[in-house]
């Protein structure tokens, strides 16, 4: 057993582990596993193999199992070993057993060390941008999963699927993803995102949409020494108040802080909070062929005007589009909209392993952009998981010579894969293909079955 254990860890560390070995090489997972208080057997599935399985089943178009295990019988059979069962039920309890703050921790650890390489200009004015986004996933219809993310209550029991809100945070410059949250729906974007500016770094910039832009988010970004620029709150009268003017449209105000704080921030967090917070406000419009111009209100802490000017502040805030994208690439290409698990426990655990591989993707991307002197946004993120599933298998049988050569043709492959410049395209959103012509399911599948004959 452990023979096959060290055989299947070498194979994963030299394909999938390849891009990450720099930023989480096996100490740091040991570490991590002696800082979750792991403890674990000599089988076929230690936690190092586990892991790369894990990272290599939510990369796959075929999520299952099955094809997890197939994998590697496939990568063992010509090795002088015994293969090991088909049944998925030994690699399925493996997973079970390894704690989620473990691959949460991964997660945070790669996304520091993707941030980490970020270069000059992949900051903003020498800083550090994080974009706070929300979102919500689907997963199996469990009365376990239901009891922890209760589907919409607009839809009747049986008929719909648990509905949970996530909320993410990302490195601008380089896509890395650096923290997540995730809890039940009907809790508050706003109070997981709040729980997340406690990882701001002094003199970081987090930006977010119009959620974000109150009292409380600014005051609480600036108390981690950073600074924000958010919307403005749709609630927040922008003509109101004594100010100073930078321009047109700029201004220079005091906040004060509201009477009450909201429901999920602690009292004593609340007092913490300065009675007045200083606030810029700007107005900005953005110009798109095709669309209609957009305009609103933004603020920030940024209040020095001429070191951070008005065109600056709006192309800034244009460019938190792309975290966007990222989000989407995680919920569409690595598919994660709907995580199949039964499980509250197995659901959040394939919510940070979906996180892992996209910046594990991202590693590669980051490397090929370096190697290969490319823009790094400009690679596909897709074409970049096809060619990495496609160079697996050459990549895990690979000599030590023929390794280094194989990897450096990976990273010269995904540079070239670029995503074609398309300015000012517009696409109308309607499906060419019609949908199959059923009923909608407006009661448990059990009651729509007939009765049987008598």
């Known amino acids: 057993m452990p023979k096959i254990a060290e055989i299947l860890k070498q194979k994963f560390s030299q394909s999938l582990g390849l891009p990450l070995s720099e930023m989480l090489p096996d100490a740091e997972i040991e570490q991590a ?3 979750e208080g792991i403890i674990y057997r000599e089988s076929i599935y230690t936690p190092w193999v586990t892991l790369w ?9 075929d999520k299952s199992c099955r094809q997890v295990v197939s994998r590697i019988i496939g990568w063992l059979a010509l090795e002088p070993v015994k293969l090991p069962s088909l049944n998925t039920g030994a690699y399925s309890r493996a997973k079970q057993r390894l704690p989620e703050n473990w691959f949460k921790r991964l997660v945070e650890q790669t996304g520091a060390g993707l941030s980490r390489q970020a270069q000059s200009e992949q900051l903003w004015e020498a800083r550090v941008v994080k974009v706070l986004e929300g979102s919500s996933l689907l997963m199996n219809d469990t009365p376990a999963n239901q009891k922890a993310y209760p589907q919409s209550s607009n839809q009747k029991a049986g008929c719909g699927f648990p509905l949970a809100r996530i909320v993410v945070m990302f490195h601008l410059g ?3 993803l650096l923290h997540a949250a995730i809890a039940a729906f009907k809790t508050s974007e706003l109070a997981l995102s709040r ?5 701001l770094q002094p003199q970081d910039v987090a930006i977010g949409d119009r959620l974000y832009g109150t009292y409380v988010d600014l005051a609480s970004v600036q108390a981690r020494q950073a600074d924000g620029l958010f919307r403005c709150h749709s609630s927040r009268n922008t003509e109101r108040g004594k100010r100073r003017r930078f321009g047109d449209k700029d201004y220079l105000v005091q906040w004060n802080k509201p009477s009450k704080g909201p429901a999920h921030l602690s009292q004593a967090a609340f007092d913490e909070l300065p009675a007045q917070l200083s606030v810029r406000l700007v107005y900005i419009q953005l110009h798109q062929p095709g669309f209609r111009t957009q305009s609103y209100w933004l603020a920030t802490t940024l209040t020095d005007a001429k ?6 502040l709006a192309q800034l805030y244009r460019w938190r589009w792309q975290v966007e994208l990222n989000l989407r690439h995680i919920k569409t290409s690595l598919k994660m909209d709907l995580i199949r698990a039964n499980t509250p426990e197995m659901v959040r655990k394939q919510f940070y392993v979906h996180l892992l591989a996209y910046n594990l993707l991202r590693a590669v991307m980051l490397k090929a952009a370096q190697t290969e002197k490319v823009q790094a ?3 596909s993120f897709q074409g970049t998981r096809q060619l990495l599933a496609g160079m697996l298998n050459s990549l895990a049988h690979a000599g030590k010579r023929q390794l280094k050569l194989l990897y450096q043709v990976l990273l010269q492959q995904v540079a070239r894969c670029w995503v074609p410049d398309r300015p000012n395209r517009v696409e109308p959103r309607v499906l060419k293909r019609r949908p199959k012509d059923y009923n909608r399911m407006t009661k448990p599948r059990a009651a729509g079955k007939p009765a049987p004959a008598t």
């Not at 729980?195 to 990882?199: D, I, K, S, T």
């Not at 070191?307 to 600056?312: E, H, L």
């Open 195 to 199: 729980g997340l500016y406690q990882c």
């Open 53 to 61: 399985a894990f990272i290599w089943q939510v990369l796959s178009p």
């Open 377 to 379: 946004e400009r690679l």
């Open 33 to 35: 596993l002696k800082a």
């Open 174 to 176: 380089t896509g890395a």
């Open 307 to 312: 070191r951070f000017p008005k065109a600056k």
